[in-house]
């Protein structure tokens, strides 16, 4: 069965650290995309990651992708109290199905 | 451009009764998803609609669960009848065809079941 795990579940931090968030997933894909989602608000896409080794930043939050180690991270830099939501991972499998495999998600709070 | 929308945004109905989610997807998207989050888990897909047709069904949980895109716009998923494990929150996500599918998620249907 096709599996997407990311950890922490749940990750509580001050204004100013940094911290990743792991993805790791159990079938060949070099599609893999980041979301965030606030309570009761739609998945808002942050990152798309193409190919292995793909690098992406925006703002304070960078994704990168490992394809080799079927690997995705979202590091944050320097948090601030705006970041505080729910962090998603989905794979594309390489099946061609184009349905995605959502990890558990991360909730995230920054707290001031 | 508009979102994708979905219609309503909570719905609470008792065991038996029949519920109908809509989604209406981004103007000239063709591809067209459901997924659900069950309360504490992940979210897992439902089915796959290109244009009209469903590409994809796989995730469907079992025939009590009816999706239709009438003319290849939006979608109904119709759940009868209703059990206590079908609550939760569906998504709707529409792409572009052939757009290295990056998909554009609705902010959901909270659905309950009593």
């Known amino acids: 069965e096709l599996k997407v795990e990311q950890n922490p579940l749940f990750l509580s931090m001050q204004e100013g650290k940094n911290y990743t968030i792991y993805c790791n997933y159990s079938t060949t894909s070099d599609r893999l995309y980041w979301y965030r989602q606030d309570p009761g608000k739609s998945l808002e896409s942050l990152f798309v990651?193409?190919?292995?080794?793909a690098v992406k930043q925006e703002g304070r939050l960078m994704a990168s992708l490992d394809t080799k180690a079927r690997l995705s991270t979202l590091h944050i830099t320097a948090a601030v109290h705006d970041l505080s939501a729910t962090y998603f991972c989905a794979v594309d499998p390489d099946s061609g199905t184009y349905k995605y495999i959502f990890g558990t998600g991360t909730r995230l709070k920054v707290l001031a | 451009e508009a979102g994708v929308t979905q219609f309503p945004s909570h719905s609470v109905i008792e065991k038996g009764q029949t519920v109908t989610l809509r989604c209406d997807p981004i103007s000239g998207h063709d591809n067209l998803y459901w997924y659900r989050r069950v309360m504490g888990k992940e979210i897992k897909f439902l089915l796959h609609?290109?244009?009209?047709?469903?590409?994809?069904e796989s995730g469907m949980p079992n025939n009590r669960f009816l999706a239709e895109r009438t003319g290849g716009t939006y979608s109904t998923l119709k759940v009868q009848p209703a059990e206590l494990e079908d609550s939760g929150v569906y998504f709707c996500a529409s792409s572009r065809l052939g757009a290295y599918n990056e998909q554009f998620f609705g902010p959901g249907t909270r659905l309950t079941v009593l």
């Open positions: 990651l193409l190919s292995n080794g």
């Open positions: 609609f290109v244009k009209e047709s469903k590409q994809d």
